[in-house]
C-alpha cells in the first residue's frame, strides 16, 4: 500500500486549500480513509476521516471549515480546508485503515500546511 498526499503550501489566514492523497495497491473502496496532522511539538492528531460508506466524522476544531471526500474512481481523498488559521498550521497526513480487512494502518508522507497571520 502506498499513499501519496500533495496540495499543502503556504497561506495567509482565512485562505483556502485543498488537499490530495492517492492510494495504490489497495482496493480503495473497501476502505477508511482519514486525514491526520501534527504542529511542532505536539502528539499527531485526528483531523478527519471518511468512511467506505463515505460517512464523516470531523475534529471539533474544524468542523464548518474542513471538508472530507472521496473520489473511488480515482483512488484519491481530499481535504478541503477553508478559513484557515495559523493554527491549521502542521504536516498533514493520509491514512488507510485497513484493519477491518485483516491489514494494517498506513501512513502517507505528510505534506506541510502553513497559515501565516
Known amino acids: 500500500v502506498q499513499l501519496q498526499a500533495s496540495g499543502g503550501g503556504l497561506v495567509q489566514a482565512g485562505g483556502s486549500l485543498r488537499l490530495s492523497c492517492t492510494a495504490s495497491?489497495?482496493?480503495?473502496?473497501?476502505?477508511?480513509m482519514g486525514w491526520y496532522r501534527q504542529a511542532p511539538g505536539k502528539q499527531r492528531e485526528l483531523v478527519a476521516v471518511v468512511t467506505s460508506g463515505a460517512s464523516t466524522n470531523y475534529a471539533d476544531s474544524v468542523k464548518g471549515r474542513f471538508t472530507i471526500s472521496r473520489d473511488n474512481t480515482k483512488n484519491t481523498v481530499y481535504l478541503q480546508s477553508n478559513s484557515l488559521k495559523p493554527e491549521d498550521t502542521a504536516v498533514y497526513y493520509c491514512n488507510a485503515d485497513l484493519r477491518p480487512l485483516g491489514g494494517a494502518v498506513y501512513w502517507g508522507q505528510g505534506t506541510q500546511v502553513t497559515v501565516s497571520s
Open positions: 495497491g489497495v482496493i480503495f473502496r473497501l476502505i477508511e
